[in-house]
T-cell receptor, first 111, second 114 residues
Framework: GIQVEQSPPDLILQEGANSTLRCNFS?????LQWFHQNPWGQLINLFY???GTKQNGRLSATTVATERYSLLYISSSQTTDSGVYFC?????????????FGSGTRLSIRP | NAGVMQNPRHLVRRRGQEARLRCSPM?????VYWYRQLPEEGLKFMVY????????ESGMPKERFSAEFPKEGPSILRIQQVVRGDSAAYFC????????????FGPGTRLLVL
């Protein structure tokens, strides 16, 4: 099956810093989503981005489908950005529609 | 428009008891997925259902676990004779279409087996 790898596994930053999180996947995909799991365990959809670039406030994401990677950018980090960021993909040629999650990047923003 | 709803949010069971987890998809969504998240790990796919049909259960343990999505009412994930290793967060997601569509996740049910 498709492999999804995220890097770095852990990231500690000071408030106000910028960060880039990476997601590599091993096969072509129909769909790619970025999620934020906050410290209370809630999963929040950030982006649905099978290709191209999207921006939402301080967050933006870019997926280069032909090179099988996606990047999540967080600018001017705030303490509320802390948590785990997951990349999840739906493999092309899959009729089952299950999505495969990476192992996540744990982000800690220090005040 | 309410999002995906799950209940209970927290469930405590003793070994050997049954756990029933409920999921109501977003209005208009007929595709439901269940995922399990063990502590300090990512989410793992368990089962994909449409109304009255199990489409893909390749991620679900063969024993003790079952899922249904009846014509009326919520989807149910049922775990019989729970063991400590079943302690995890169980997330439900729903989507409007089957393929290439955003999945929206519920808040999860945190199961603790004593």
């Amino acid at each position: 099956g498709i492999q999804v790898e995220q890097s770095p596994p852990d990231l500690i930053l000071q408030e106000g810093a910028n960060s880039t999180l990476r997601c590599n996947f091993s096969d072509s995909v129909n769909n790619l989503q970025w999620f934020h799991q906050n410290p209370w365990g809630q999963l929040i959809n950030l982006f649905y981005i099978p290709s191209g670039t999207k921006q939402n406030g301080r967050l933006s994401a870019t997926t280069v489908a032909t090179e099988r990677y996606s990047l999540l950018y967080i600018s001017s980090s705030q303490t509320t950005d802390s948590g785990v960021y997951f990349c999840a993909v739906e493999q092309s040629n899959s009729s089952a529609s299950k999505i495969i999650f990476g192992s996540g990047t744990r982000l800690s923003i220090r005040p | 428009n309410a999002g995906v709803m799950q209940n209970p949010r927290h469930l405590v069971r003793r070994r050997g008891q049954e756990a029933r987890l409920r999921c109501s998809p977003m209005k208009g969504h007929s595709h439901v997925y269940w995922y399990r998240q063990l502590p300090e790990e990512g989410l793992k796919f368990m089962v994909y259902l449409q109304k009255e049909n199990i489409i893909d259960e390749s991620g679900m343990p063969k024993e003790r676990f079952s899922a249904e999505f009846p014509k009326e009412g919520p989807s149910i994930l049922r775990i019989q004779q729970v063991v400590r290793g079943d302690s995890a967060a169980y997330f439900c997601a729903s989507s409007l279409l089957a393929v290439g569509e955003t999945q929206y996740f519920g808040p999860g049910t945190r199961l603790l087996v004593l």
